[in-house]
């Protein structure tokens, strides 16, 4: 069965970095796209953009571009999320989720997720 | 980029029928499929409709979805309701020309 384990809520400062981890298992880990999601309270999902899981190139969404950093360890099917120069505004829930559909065109609808990782930025 | 604009809440009584709205701002609703994710409180999103019409394995028969190019909107039909029902419902559909995905801004549905 196919999943997605992300790793713990995290509890930063302003300014710090955090690197949220997504466990995948129960398939190949490098014929399907795994994109990033965001949500912030109260607010709806938010594409944060895609890695391509087969050569470690990523694509940001507009919004998205500086501060965040995709990654993957291939060897132990995890892909990252690093967030850097922490604000306020980044505390959010973030999925990571995967393509639908093998293939790393990363058009098709989004499954499965992660459970989510809280992030929290407070001084 | 396009928005895909969703009513804030939908509600309905047990055993009633829902139809959630998403109505894509530019462009045709045919370009591009639009495909459905369930939030229900303190869980992950989950797939419930996909390819506009397309019903992932396990997810009930109760979902269903559709296009109307006249109106330039995709709906998702959620019959005899219960109270597992009551989630956030989210469209979302490709960006072929910003090469980008977009999401509607989300329903929730509340199960009187």
């Known amino acids: 069965q196919v999943h997605l384990v992300q790793s713990g809520s995290e509890l930063k400062e302003p300014g710090a970095s955090v690197k949220v981890s997504c466990k995948a298992s129960g398939y190949t880990f490098t014929i399907f796209a795994m994109h990033w999601v965001r949500q912030a309270p109260g607010q709806g999902l938010e594409w944060m953009g895609w890695v391509n899981t087969n050569t470690g190139d990523a694509t940001y969404a507009q919004g998205f571009k500086g501060r965040y950093v995709f990654s993957l360890d291939t060897s132990v099917t995890t892909a990252y999320l690093q967030i850097n120069g922490l604000k306020a505004e980044d505390t959010a829930i973030y999925y990571c989720?995967?393509?639908?559909?093998?293939?790393?065109?990363?058009?098709?609808?989004?499954?499965?997720w992660g459970q989510g990782t809280l992030v929290t930025v407070s001084s | 980029n396009f928005l895909l604009t969703q009513p804030h809440s939908v509600s309905a009584s047990p055993g009633k029928t829902v139809t959630i709205s998403c109505t894509r701002s530019?462009?045709?609703?045919?370009?591009?499929?639009v495909h459905w994710y369930q939030r229900r409180p303190g869980s992950a999103p989950t797939n419930v409709i996909n390819?506009?019409?397309?019903?992932p394995s396990g997810v009930s028969a109760r979902f269903s979805g559709s296009i109307d190019s006249s109106s330039n909107s995709a709906s998702l039909t959620i019959s005899g309701l219960t109270t597992e029902d009551e989630a956030d419902y989210y469209c979302q559909s490709y960006d072929s020309v910003n090469l980008s995905w977009v999401f509607g801004g989300g329903t929730k549905v509340t199960v009187l």
């Open positions: 390819d506009d019409v397309k019903r």
């Open positions: 530019s462009g045709s609703i045919d370009n591009n499929y």
């Open positions: 989720v995967r393509d639908g559909v093998r293939g790393l065109a990363a058009v098709n609808w989004f499954d499965p």
